[in-house]
T-cell receptor
Framework: NAGVMQNPRHLVRRRGQEARLRCSPM?????VYWYRQLPEEGLKFMVY????????ESGMPKERFSAEFPKEGPSILRIQQVVRGDSAAYFC??????????????FGSGTQLSVL | KQEVTQIPAALSVPEGENLVLNCSFT??????LQWFRQDPGKGLTSLLL?????REQTSGRLNASLDKSSGRSTLYIAASQPGDSATYLC?????????FGAGTTVTVRA
């Protein structure tokens, strides 16, 4: 049973380009969470999605960032017109249902985005 | 807004010594608290989960305590080994949302 899979592991973009980060949840999981880890900072919640629905996007920057989790395929975090400040590690986690009090959250290995 | 603080930011100990990592949080209305391990360039590995109604959890050499009223949790690692070198993250869970501390980076010297 494969864990949460993220790709690519490393992504290099020049300022102004688009970045697409993919997350395939664990088998049987239909809830996905994205977190961002800026250098020297803790992980920060970005968005919570269920299949075809955005449940909570309160942690997403208002511009340039979007996320989706289609009926088929992985969840995608999309960053348009990247800037240097977007350089960070982006982590995805999944759960079978809405996270319960006695339930651990399983994370992927992350995508390290570097903006030149 | 939940604020999570981890002290110290870094810790270096000789092999065999016990480790004590501290985590404090400002809002006691939590579902649970989780401790994670993060290795360089890798993802997060869940170590222990303490539900809000519990006082501690143990797994092997790891023991974590939770005092909700004072907003504190402590992770104890007994008889440390070089393989324990990593960054340890504390996360407070409110519903589905995790609030993380910045972590404690541990180095165990052989």
């Amino acid at each position: 049973n494969a864990g949460v899979m993220q790709n690519p592991r490393h992504l290099v973009r020049r300022r102004g380009q688009e970045a697409r980060l993919r997350c395939s949840p664990m088998k049987g999981h239909s809830h996905v969470y994205w977190y961002r880890q800026l250098p020297e900072e803790g992980l920060k919640f970005m968005v919570y999605l269920q299949k075809e629905n955005i449940i909570d996007e309160s942690g997403m920057p208002k511009e340039r960032f979007s996320a989706e989790f289609p009926k088929e395929g992985p969840s995608i975090l999309r960053i348009q017109q990247v800037v240097r400040g977007d350089s960070a590690a982006y982590f995805c986690a999944s759960s079978p249902d809405r996270l319960r009090a006695n339930e651990k959250l399983f994370f992927g290995s992350g995508t390290q985005l570097s903006v030149l | 807004k939940q604020e999570v603080t981890q002290i110290p930011a870094a810790l270096s100990v000789p092999e065999g010594e016990n480790l004590v990592l501290n985590c404090s949080f400002t809002d006691s209305a939590i579902y649970n608290l989780q401790w994670f391990r993060q290795d360089p360039g890798k993802g997060l590995t869940s170590l222990l989960l303490i539900q809000s109604s519990q006082r501690e959890q143990t797994s092997g050499r790891l023991n974590a305590s939770l005092d909700k009223s004072s907003g504190r949790s402590t992770l104890y690692i007994a008889a440390s080994q070089p393989g324990d070198s990593a960054t340890y993250l504390c996360a407070v869970v409110d519903d589905y949302k995790l609030s993380f501390g910045a972590g404690t980076t541990v180095t165990v010297r052989a």
